[in-house]
């Protein structure tokens, strides 16, 4: 009905002028209809309308409505409609190809062939432009004759982007189609600039840019997999074939299969039934995936009740749909820059050729010498004789050999899996660590790993958050593979140690095919291990592996997670801790294996998980364990010799710096604190040190915008509580603690180390905060004020970031074997602002005192390890053990509590 009446009212102007309709009776008339056809168009989405019909409604519904607009605008600018003879008003971009997002802006064009008078069109522009705005479209507006439009297009390249899906929305069709049989004709250099905006997107240096695919909190539009890569697909097709309006130009490309095909439209659909729900729910255009509308749209599309696992398979959905669209995208882009951009043709090297390689290098890519469909038809151990090539040449395969490849995948069958010579090419590849994870993404983006390796197909798309994984299963094993590569870069002395490492290790091949096995138990959930050594005894016996060898592989696969939990969660100083790890690894071979391996788990598990603190950790841990494994007791001895190294690179540095002083603080310190700080950071421990011993309490504070955090020192005396206070001073603050390192001297002097960043901003600190925080601690630690008054002053800010970002099951675990003295509280739960505190206080109210604190944060969840005495004894009474996690699980979150099982309670 309020449609009827819009198109009456509009028939009324264009038939009868003379009959004065008001501006204000026009909007009114307007945005009833725009309203009701909106909120139709929102219903029909929450009622499982495709995500593509909802775009066209969207787009169909706002040309009536500017239609509607321009009408009024020349009526009530007097101007004949006569003059839209010779003008177009079209849509550009996504609107243009009638893909409009609910609250995306209306890109528009006025396209005239012949010159206008100014003062003709300037008022009808003016009178349209801000009818809209009051109607709330935001829209923007050019207007070009059709060479000025071409001419735009040759001088700035991304106009090209919008132009080429221009669409005439009323007036002369002539002339967007005149526009588009222009660009046909653009210069070259004009479609080299297209194809550079293209070519951005590939490559790790867009990635690493924060664009990443497997980005926590992903960019519907604009990450890699997102909706901008189905964009430069359309845009490589008008540059090749002078048409790529739509999804179906894909289809008529010849580049895909009609299965591709539909699985594109299929994960198309899923992206934009998100963004529709993104933008209805915020209200604006809002293309964020962040952890609030990952457990929004969970609910919303029903994957179930269960936030945690409704989350985990909504994004397993979600990042399986952003795969697919990569990976078209990257095919499609690689061929058009192997067409346009060709390379120097370069043959391998003779020392190469004298083995008679099958393959060549042509513009950069892999490709064999002979032009035969056929070729692996032939012989299917040619398809892995050519990753064995690429292993040894780490170069990308050609797009004509990927054609042959996926159409031939079913030539990898049982046979083929239990071929000799095809496990020997595997292990070949694996005996490459610095090119092995490069060459199993290239298996793996065309099918070839997961079709060779079922057990590794059955963990695609898995997501694991409760494992502290930001990444899928696979994409974890294929970047932790990828993590070797790095090491030749890595800096610094952790750097020098872990290239010594790897040089020494004999066999790679197994440490290579352990980490690709890691982690593929994971299929049978998070307890994962047992199921993991299975897995991997049985890919052994495929391989052929001898007895000795299964053994060495299935001993990795076990203990992966061993040497990560001992170094990060346990006080490493403790020579017991550090003999029970021994007697775990037995060999200074295993040892050798688990750091290298440790490294590329940390390294995997998401973004910014790896630091020199946690290299730091591992190293301390490596050293202890080799010495001991070699009999090298003298624990004292080898602290000696490190004190007098560090204070040597300290003197190097600052030559005034008394030495019995440093000797003093480092011995007292402890060998972790001497591995995890460099001389840089001691010196300035020692200073805010000094000025604490004078003022009662300094901090020191400095940004690592990399990682996009603060590194922040306190240093005061010791005292019952202290931690809780500083932890209560850093939520009164809403800055988030991401680590924590917590070290006494001898003489009850501290230094605590803290990695933070400000909660609400997600950002380093600022020079005011940093100012702010010190005199909150000062008032705290010297003057004795209450903390919890500082964290009621934000009570209201803090609310909003008090409940866990992440809905997951909390754990708390009592370790009474890992220490002789304490008791190790684990606590495993979803991190918010505010929580360390909470923690903290909550041992001190129960009378516990913290004497180590290991704390750290990894895909929006934390495992924090306390090391507690209660009235300074060990905590082994099962009903004071229950009283206390009682006591935590109340100051964590009463909605997130899981009570564990009666056997978890009795351990201790």
Known sequence: MILKNFIELLQSISLSPQDRVSSVEFLSSAKRYYRQS???????????????????QLSESADILIEGVLLYALYECNINKKIFDNISLCALGGYGRKELSPHSDCDLCFLHEIEIDNSTLEPL???????????????????????????????????????????????????PEQLKEGLKGISQSAKAKVYDIIFQRLGTA???????LFSHEPDIKENAGGLRDYHAILWILGLENNWGSDLKDIEK?????????????????????????????????????????????????NYGDAADDAIERFMEDFYSSAMRIRLLFEYIARKAEQKNFPKTTLEFPSSSVDDKSNYILYNGYLTPRIDDANWFVENPVRIMELFWEVSRRKVPIGYSIQHWIQQNLHLINDSFRNNEVVSKYLLSICGRPFSAGFTFREME????????????????????????????????????????????RLSGSIGEIFRKVLKEIEEPQFLVLSILLHDLGKVEGERHLEAGVHIARTICDRLSLSDEDLEHVSFLVKNHQLMVNVALYRDIDDIDVVQAFASEVKTEKFLNELLIMSYADL??????????????????????????????????LTLEEAVAEKIRQIHEKVPQRNRSELEYHLNSMGSGYLDAFTPDD?????????????????????????IGMSHFVVATRDKQGLFAQIAGCFASQLIDIYNASLYTREDGWVVDYFLVRDAPQRRPLTEGQIITLEKTLRTVILDGKDVQVFVDKTKKKLFALKKSLAPVQTYIRFDNDSSSKHTVIDIETGDRTGLLYDIASALFVMGLNIYKARINTGAYRVRDSFYVQFRDNKITHRILQSAIRAGLLESIDAQNIQQEQNDEEQKG
């Not at 080429?164 to 002339?175: D, K």
């Not at 604490?692 to 300094?698: I, Q, R, W």
């Open 206 to 212: 867009f990635a690493q840019s924060g664009k990443d």
């Open 603 to 636: 390294f995997a598990v998401g973004p910014n998980v790896w630091n020199e603190w946690k290299g730091s950790l591992l190293i301390n841990l490596y050293f202890k364990t080799l010495r001991m494994l070699k009999k090298e007791f003298s624990k004292d």
């Open 682 to 706: 001691i010196i300035i421990h020692l200073d805010c040190l000094e000025e604490a011993m004078e003022k009662g309490l300094a901090v020191r504070c400095w940004s690592n915008e990399s």
């Open 38 to 56: 909106w909120e139709e168009i929102r219903q029909n989405h929450r009622q499982g309308y495709s995500g593509r019909q909802i775009l066209k």
């Open 125 to 175: 522009i003016q009178s349209f432009t801000t009818m809209l705005w009051d109607l709330g479209l935001h829209v923007s507006i050019a207007i070009y004759t059709v060479p000025e439009a071409i001419q735009l297009i040759e001088e700035d390249p991304k106009t090209y982007t919008s132009y080429l899906h221009i669409r005439n929305i009323t007036g002369q069709n002539r002339l």
């Open 253 to 301: 490309s010849g580049y895909i299969e009609n299965n591709t095909y539909l699985s594109l439209v299929e994960s198309l659909d899923f992206l934009w039934k998100i963004r529709n729900e993104l933008h209805f729910t915020k209200k604006r255009c809002w293309d964020l995936l962040n952890i609030e509308m990952q457990y929004h749209l969970s609910q919303f599309l």
């Open 445 to 488: 983006k065309l099918g070839v790993l997961s079709k060779y390796m079922p057990e590794f197909g059955a963990i695609q798309g898995i997501v694991r958050y409760k494992d502290f994984h930001s990444y899928p299963v696979n994409e974890h094993i294929l970047r932790a593979m990828e993590s070797l590569e790095n090491i030749p």
